[in-house]
């Protein structure tokens, strides 16, 4: 079908310069001036350690199961230990940034959180927590997208929803309206393989030749949304009030998240990602692979909060990952598939300075299959709660179907 969503989620390669905007993009931009709520969410791929990201510490079954991988319990003059958060968690050391955060209210985490789906396959348990319905494969959207359809925009801005990659991400595949941005120092908006071996003429030439009026049309918008994000220019907005991103992908992706909230071209929901959490082998604890990744992760979050200033106060960013990793470490001084994980989330709306959800300990008779850290907290509870506290977000029904929200753990003021 031949729509302008399709091809801001699927085309454009390159970006033209118009001297006015059109009718539509006129209309989006004035829209945009109102200040709006922002989600930002991130992905943490490959299965992030939850049990030493926030470490247990007061578990001494924590220590038995982990004799090589453990952090060491908060300690004077431990330059390694956990950083104490409320004399049961502590924060693993890389992520030293994030402390002041915690501290002052803005980040509270949700331990015992995730998937209830049992499946130790990445691929699988990714698409259930893209998709929003766990198990159940034929869902055709992303609980995102759905969520952007619960609260219609008009008109919408076309950079409302925004992930920034090569290529629409699960999460936000579906009928409603969001464009997937691989770097905005080149203004591209992307599209599948055959689309770009179809440009070498000029992608404006691709559309002009076009005998299907509507396609036509489409091309046009889409030049014209490029030119819009062009006359923004995001990149001249560098991070304020002292904050340095990390150079890594995450970090510089973030950096530009920052920059389309800065630009107004109306952006109300962005997802990004980060991978390499599968640590299968030589893990580390307070140092080594888990922990450089962790670094990487906490500076840049806290590079973000310094650098949106007031504008934190329309903000929440929420982290999830497909699982957790088992209990157990294994014989690579690694840990294996899991089940429950834990889950950040800043902003100025969060309850920070808590460790939320029942936590179901460590023993085992406590663990799921013997093995992992057992769920108590649903992921759609905590996600149904930042739509329906922060974005305003009513029918959660109509965004996680099939699942009624149980009550809220409390991790957004109400």
């Given at each position: 079908?031949?729509?302008?969503?399709?091809?801001?989620?699927?085309?454009?390669?390159?970006f033209?310069?118009?001297?006015?905007?059109?009718?539509?993009?006129?209309?989006?931009?004035a829209?945009?001036?109102?200040?709006?709520?922002?989600l930002?969410?991130?992905f943490?791929?490959?299965?992030?350690?939850?049990?030493?990201?926030?470490?247990?510490?007061?578990?001494?079954?924590?220590y038995k199961?982990?004799?090589?991988?453990?952090?060491?319990?908060?300690?004077?003059g431990?330059?390694?230990?956990?950083?104490?958060l409320?004399?049961?968690?502590?924060?693993?050391?890389?992520l030293?940034?994030?402390?002041?955060?915690f501290?002052?209210?803005?980040?509270?985490?949700?331990?015992?959180?995730?998937?209830?789906?049992?499946?130790?396959?990445?691929?699988?348990a990714?698409?259930?927590?893209?998709?929003?319905?766990?198990?159940l494969?034929?869902?055709?959207d992303g609980?995102?997208?759905?969520?952007?359809?619960?609260?219609?925009?008009?008109?919408?801005s076309?950079?409302?929803?925004?992930?920034?990659?090569?290529?629409?991400?699960?999460?936000?595949?579906?009928?409603?309206?969001?464009?997937?941005?691989?770097?905005?120092?080149?203004f591209q908006?992307?599209g599948?393989?055959?689309?770009?071996?179809?440009?070498?003429?000029g992608?404006?030439?691709?559309?002009?030749?076009t005998?299907?009026?509507?396609?036509?049309?489409?091309?046009?918008?889409?030049?014209?949304?490029?030119?819009?994000?062009?006359?923004?220019?995001?990149?001249?907005?560098?991070?304020?009030?002292?904050?340095?991103?990390?150079?890594?992908?995450?970090?510089q992706?973030?950096?530009?998240?920052?920059?389309?909230?800065?630009s107004?071209?109306?952006?109300e929901?962005?997802?990004?990602?980060?991978?390499?959490?599968?640590?299968?082998?030589?893990q580390?604890?307070a140092?080594?692979q888990l922990?450089?990744?962790?670094?990487?992760?906490?500076?840049?979050?806290?590079?973000?909060?310094?650098?949106?200033?007031?504008?934190?106060?329309?903000?929440v960013?929420v982290?999830?990952?497909e699982f957790?990793?088992?209990?157990?470490?294994?014989?690579?001084r690694?840990?294996d598939h899991?089940h429950?994980?834990?889950?950040?989330l800043?902003?100025?709306?969060v309850?920070?300075?808590?460790?939320?959800?029942?936590?179901?300990?460590?023993?085992?008779?406590q663990l799921n299959?013997g093995?992992?850290?057992?769920l108590?907290?649903?992921?759609?509870?905590?996600?149904?709660?930042?739509?329906?506290r922060?974005?305003?977000?009513?029918?959660?029904?109509?965004?996680?179907?099939?699942?009624?929200?149980?009550k809220?753990?409390?991790?957004?003021?109400?």
């Amino acid at each position: 079908m031949n729509t302008r969503r399709v091809f801001l989620k699927n085309g454009g390669l390159a970006f033209v310069g118009l001297s006015t905007l059109p009718e539509f993009l006129t209309r989006a931009v004035a829209s945009t001036g109102d200040r709006k709520k922002i989600l930002v969410v991130l992905f943490q791929r490959g299965a992030a350690d939850g049990l030493n990201i926030v470490v247990p510490f007061a578990e001494p079954n924590y220590y038995k199961l982990r004799p090589s991988i453990a952090i060491p319990a908060p300690s004077q003059g431990v330059a390694n230990a956990a950083i104490d958060l409320d004399g049961r968690f502590g924060l693993h050391r890389s992520l030293a940034s994030l402390e002041p955060l915690f501290k002052k209210g803005s980040l509270g985490i949700v331990h015992a959180a995730g998937s209830p789906d049992s499946t130790r396959s990445h691929f699988d348990a990714q698409d259930y927590m893209e998709s929003g319905t766990p198990g159940l494969k034929s869902t055709a959207d992303g609980w995102l997208n759905r969520g952007l359809r619960a609260q219609k925009r008009e008109p919408a801005s076309p950079f409302r929803a925004v992930a920034m990659g090569a290529s629409l991400p699960r999460v936000l595949q579906g009928t409603a309206p969001a464009v997937a941005l691989p770097d905005l120092r080149q203004f591209q908006v992307m599209g599948p393989q055959q689309v770009q071996q179809s440009t070498a003429g000029g992608f404006e030439a691709l559309y002009a030749q076009t005998a299907d009026k509507k396609l036509g049309s489409t091309g046009r918008e889409t030049f014209e949304a490029i030119s819009m994000l062009k006359r923004a220019d995001p990149a001249r907005y560098q991070p304020e009030n002292g904050s340095q991103y990390p150079r890594g992908r995450f970090g510089q992706s973030l950096q530009q998240v920052a920059q389309l909230i800065k630009s107004n071209v109306g952006l109300e929901i962005a997802f990004l990602d980060s991978g390499g959490w599968d640590t299968h082998v030589n893990q580390g604890n307070a140092q080594g692979q888990l922990a450089n990744l962790l670094r990487d992760l906490g500076d840049a979050l806290a590079a973000f909060h310094r650098d949106m200033g007031d504008r934190m106060a329309d903000i929440v960013l929420v982290t999830m990952s497909e699982f957790g990793r088992t209990a157990h470490e294994n014989g690579n001084r690694g840990t294996d598939h899991g089940h429950a994980n834990c889950m950040f989330l800043m902003g100025a709306g969060v309850n920070g300075g808590k460790v939320h959800g029942r936590w179901p300990g460590l023993e085992r008779e406590q663990l799921n299959e013997g093995r992992d850290l057992a769920l108590t907290t649903d992921f759609r509870t905590v996600l149904g709660e930042v739509l329906d506290r922060h974005l305003g977000v009513g029918n959660l029904a109509a965004v996680f179907p099939g699942f009624a929200t149980p009550k809220y753990v409390g991790v957004l003021k109400a």
